[in-house]
């Protein structure tokens, strides 16, 4: 940001105005600093930090009306959002796993932290050959 040097103006309104925009102009900044700081601790007051390892049995949260390949349902609406477990085949980055998903999906396999949720208890006993085929 370039600022104003006094004394730089012959004329004093426009060293007055140069002056005055500099002083908008750093209050501006001031205030937007404060703004984005705000939202940033509103963003990750919710946040949860979430890690699992390879190999671990994850729910899968899925769109009812637009991912159909993977689990058949009788009422969109009622059905549940976490429809059956899956196995975590490798970690892609910091938030997002691939999974072995069934043979006839038509989804991408790999997914966010968010539209999964850990299975706890022991892992289903018919595995597929991409995965576990029991419903959840």
Known sequence: MLTYVPGTSR???VGEYLRDRDSILR?????LQIACNRVKVQAYQHHRE???SVRDF???KLQ???QASVAL???LKLAPHFVRQF???AKMGPVAYKLALLAGSKIHDVFHVSMLKKHLGPASTSV???GPSSPA
């Open 64 to 66: 009812p009306y637009r």
């Open 128 to 130: 597929g050959p991409r």
């Open 58 to 60: 994850m729910y899968l």
């Open 87 to 89: 196995q975590i085949t």
């Open 50 to 52: 979430v890690n699992f």
């Open 73 to 75: 349902r009788s009422s």
């Open 11 to 13: 004329v004093q309104a």
């Open 27 to 31: 209050d501006l900044l001031h205030n």
